[in-house]
């Protein structure tokens, strides 16, 4: 089938001949290629603006003071907020668990 033909009608070519299916297959990972380069080199470049997205530190003060206090790292303190609440002060949950830090109310020690 002649390429021009293909354009003017609007099908896809077909590759025929086993040459052109090599050729097919290297160009399409080729692209693949390029696209997976292209999206390590976009998170490497903007790694610190996707994780604040996800993984907010509006509590950084207290929650620095406090992982001090308890010898405790702050990431851990971060990624148990962000599992109980989705750091959302309003949050409560099926067993009536309230704030950001999943607080029980007079039995949370």
Request: glycine content about 2%.
């Amino acid at each position: 089938m002649n390429a021009n033909k293909c354009v003017a009608s609007g099908t896809v070519p077909i590759a025929t001949s086993k040459g052109e299916k090599i050729k097919m297959k290297n160009k399409r990972i080729i692209i693949a290629t390029v696209v997976i380069l292209l999206v390590i080199i976009f998170v490497f470049i903007f790694k610190d603006k996707v994780l604040k997205m996800i993984y907010p530190k509006d509590y950084q003060d207290i929650i620095t003071v406090y992982a001090n206090k308890y010898n405790v790292e702050d990431n851990l303190i971060f990624a148990l907020i962000k599992a109980e609440s989705n750091f959302d002060e309003n949050a409560v949950s099926h067993k009536n668990a309230i704030r950001i830090n999943a607080d029980y109310g007079r039995n949370s020690r």
